[in-house]
């Protein structure tokens, strides 16, 4: 099981809408996320025992450097999460790569290994998988076309594959545009997670768990999810890992994947 946080927080919003710049209230979400929730997740996961990866905006990275401090310092994989929140499909290659060196700049200064990259929203481009095998990544998360990880037929990666339906942000998102939409309980969310991930243990596959610390941070949100992990983390049949290791594990199996072969022959 890989458990993700997806940790950005002003860029979120200031993606979503430049004006944002300019309204503290809307800001104050993603405040709350870096300065509230992430220590909280991060006693949860000590807790439990449980590794993660978290995925970060080079900028929240600088806004919030105690926060990476801190998740770096528990151990977790710090992963790329784009400098700022725009997705890289509506990027030109150039300032597409500008954005991924410029995050790398600023995640490498919290740890000496930044081996995986996770786009905003999960939407990448054209030249996503290049630009990151350019620039010595080892993994990336953004398919939903398995339930196991994979190495990339042409681009010497690893995919460890997400999907919305475990993931927080489709049934708690909220803001001042979505009044034509629910915000779903957390024994909703609970009981759909839950159904997802049982079916994906008996069928063998990876459950790949993504929250983002200025959603999932919420009390009682945090409450399900301590009590959704722990029930996994009692099935000693569960491997619970960092996305590195994952993605270690996958190349460890298939030496005959392309990348590799090329790289001998
Ligand atoms: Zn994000």
Do not use: K
């Not at 939903?144 to 049934?171: G, K, N, Q, R």
């Amino acid at each position: 099981m890989a458990v993700t946080v997806d940790f950005d927080a002003e860029e979120l919003w200031l993606a979503e809408d430049p004006a944002n710049a300019a309204r503290p209230g809307v800001l104050s979400q993603a405040r709350y996320g870096a300065e509230i929730a992430v220590p909280q997740l991060l006693d949860l996961f000590e807790r439990l025992d449980v590794p993660a990866t978290f995925f970060v905006c080079g900028g929240d990275a600088e806004r919030y450097p105690h926060a990476v401090e801190a998740i770096a310092g528990r151990g977790h994989e710090i992963g790329h999460h784009g400098f700022s929140h725009r997705s890289p499909h509506l990027m030109a290659r150039g300032e597409e790569e500008d954005e991924l060196v410029r995050g790398l700049d600023v995640l490498r200064a919290f740890t000496d290994r930044v081996a995986g990259y996770r786009s905003p929203s999960w939407d990448i481009s054209p030249h996503t998988l290049d630009l990151l095998v350019e620039h010595g990544f080892g993994h990336a998360s953004n398919m939903m076309d398995a339930v196991l990880p994979y190495a990339h037929p042409d681009h010497d990666l690893v995919e460890i594959p997400v999907h919305w339906s475990l993931d927080d942000a489709p049934h708690f998102w909220f803001d001042a545009t979505s009044w034509d939409r629910t915000i779903r309980s957390s024994r909703e969310v609970a009981e759909l997670w839950g159904e997802e991930a049982s079916a994906i243990r008996a069928a063998g596959g990876l459950i790949t768990l993504t929250v983002h610390p200025q959603i999932i941070g919420r009390p009682g949100r945090l409450r399900m999810l301590e009590t959704f992990l722990t029930g996994l983390r009692s099935d000693d049949g569960i491997w619970f890992a960092r996305c590195e290791e994952i993605a270690g594990a996958v190349r460890a199996a298939s030496p005959a994947a392309p990348a590799a072969a090329a790289v001998l022959s």
